[in-house]
T-cell receptor, first 114, second 113 residues
Framework: GNSVTQMEGPVTLSEEAFLTINCTYT??????LFWYVQYPGEGLQLLLKATKADDKGSNKGFEATYRKETTSFHLEKGSVQVSDSAVYFC?????????????FGTGTRLLVSP | GAVVSQHPSRVICKSGTSVKIECRSLDFQATTMFWYRQFPKQSLMLMAT?????????EQGVEKDKFLINHASLTLSTLTVTSAHPEDSSFYICSAEDTPEQFFGPGTRLTVL
């Protein structure tokens, strides 16, 4: 079946530090891959996505590259800010289902201190 | 951007009672809405797909008679947890489809005593 595994948090960093949140997946065929972010008291928001192998999704300084050979989609940011503190969810949708049938990881909480 | 609201944000009820949770798309119409459930330190699990004007499609293992879904208009879907028990305590999240994306509500924390 389809599943997503992401690193358990919380991840605690100082401002301007480099961020990596690991995400690996198991899926049949070639799914689309997503990162969602949830700020306190708000709904999940799409952060970035990639729909095929070697695609790089990027937004707000965050990047993730779809690696078919390692079935990974790790989230990175070169210099985090306090405002990046949130919960980050890695997700996939199976081939040809668009944004439907999303399968989520457990979420990783990021805490950035000044 | 598209906004989805949920009401209430928190609810505490006694075992055996029913609880209704509302999900509204505030600035767009949504033919399709989704209901998820999240246990502590676990993934969001899709419970059902709600289609305006027709019956919801439930995922395997989700009891249709326990989790009643009504999508009566293009901006409102409701989830009713019937005869709630402590094991139904969880975080319930809805999303609404504004093709091709899903937009998520902030969630409802249900505690059954």
């Amino acid at each position: 079946g389809n599943s997503v595994t992401q690193m358990e948090g919380p991840v605690t960093l100082s401002e301007e530090a480099f961020l990596t949140i690991n995400c690996t997946y198991t899926a049949t065929g070639y799914p689309s891959l997503f990162w969602y972010v949830q700020y306190p008291g708000e709904g999940l928001q799409l952060l970035l996505k990639a729909t095929k192998a070697d695609d790089k999704g990027s937004n707000k300084g965050f990047e993730a590259t779809y690696r078919k050979e390692t079935t990974s989609f790790h989230l990175e940011k070169g210099s985090v800010q306090v405002s990046d503190s949130a919960v980050y969810f890695c997700a996939l949708s199976p081939l040809n289902t668009g944004f439907q049938k999303l399968v989520f990881g457990t979420g990783t909480r990021l805490l950035v201190s000044p | 951007g598209a906004v989805v609201s949920q009401h209430p944000s928190r609810v505490i009820c006694k075992s055996g009672t029913s609880v209704k949770i509302e999900c509204r798309s505030l600035d767009f119409q949504a033919t399709t809405m989704f209901w998820y459930r999240q246990f502590p330190k676990q993934s969001l699990m899709l419970m059902a797909t709600s289609n305006e004007g027709s019956k919801a499609t439930y995922e395997q293992g989700v009891e249709k008679d326990k989790f009643l879904i009504n999508h009566a208009s293009l901006t409102l879907s409701t989830l009713t947890v019937t005869s709630a028990h402590p094991e139904d305590s969880s975080f319930y999240i809805c999303s609404a489809e504004d093709t091709p994306e899903q937009f998520f509500g902030p969630g409802t924390r249900l505690t059954v005593l």
